[in-house]
């Protein structure tokens, strides 16, 4: 079963920001949301994970709500090579739960 | 840091041969490596889990007498697809997690090997 659900596509402008949803509302309290995205005929590429709180690095922004149940990642300045299909994953660190398991994932396209 | 490689980038073979792709960690220890295939235009299917010096753990569905999985050093996985056949055609991916960090957690993913069996 999907512990994820993101839309299927989305597009944006080059030089604007890309907020990428995800709903997670099954998940537990040991398990945290992570990002990786494939560029096609690429392995995926890890970008950024968190629990509870909001978190950032070079690549982007990660904002998780309070209830936990969904999370957008905000690529703040999105260029034409951040054409890619992006996987929001649960899991836990532990146990059966701490494989990555990858859904359909959202592709997104960056116009010029 | 954090590479991992795969050999070969991509390979074509005949169907009934059997074919080996590495799977290497550059610049850190994998304990646990992961073996993944990806259908064109389908998501990441999880094959088998690799641990160091142990025997393969198999994705239900997964022949493991059919991919054959080896991971003998900390810094090598080799995955064998024997007796291939036109439907094993795929994106293969491996993919180690670095035991020796902070980043346990994360996993870094190889570049992929396109196996087409004719």
């Known amino acids: 079963d999907a512990k994820t659900t993101q839309p299927t596509s989305m597009d944006c402008a080059e030089g604007r920001a890309a907020n990428l949803p995800c709903n997670h509302s099954?998940?537990?309290?040991?398990?945290?949301v992570y990002w990786y995205r494939q560029i096609h005929s690429q392995g995926p590429q890890y970008i950024i994970h968190?629990?509870?709180n909001n978190e950032t690095n070079e690549m982007a922004s990660l904002i998780i709500t309070e209830d936990r149940k969904s999370s957008t990642l905000i690529l703040p300045h999105a260029t034409l090579r951040d054409t890619a299909v992006y996987y929001c994953i649960v899991r836990s660190h532990t146990g059966a739960n701490s494989k990555l398991t990858f859904g359909k994932g959202i592709t997104l396209s960056v116009r010029p | 840091g954090a590479v991992v490689s795969q050999h070969p980038s991509w390979v074509i073979c005949k169907s009934g041969t059997s074919v080996k792709i590495e799977c290497r960690s550059l610049d850190f220890q994998a304990t646990t490596m992961f073996w993944y295939r990806q259908f064109p235009k389908q998501s990441l299917m999880l094959m088998a889990t690799?641990?160091?010096?142990?025997?393969?753990?198999?994705e239900q569905g997964v022949e493991k007498d059919k991919f054959l999985i080896n991971h003998a050093s900390l810094t090598l996985s080799t995955l064998t697809v024997t007796s291939a056949h036109p439907e094993d055609s795929s994106f293969y991916i491996c993919s180690a997690r670095d035991t020796g960090t902070s980043s346990f957690y994360e996993q870094y993913f190889g570049p992929g090997t396109r196996l087409t069996v004719t």
């Open positions: 968190g629990l509870k």
């Open positions: 099954t998940i537990s309290g040991n398990e945290y």
């Open positions: 690799s641990n160091e010096g142990s025997k393969a753990t198999y």
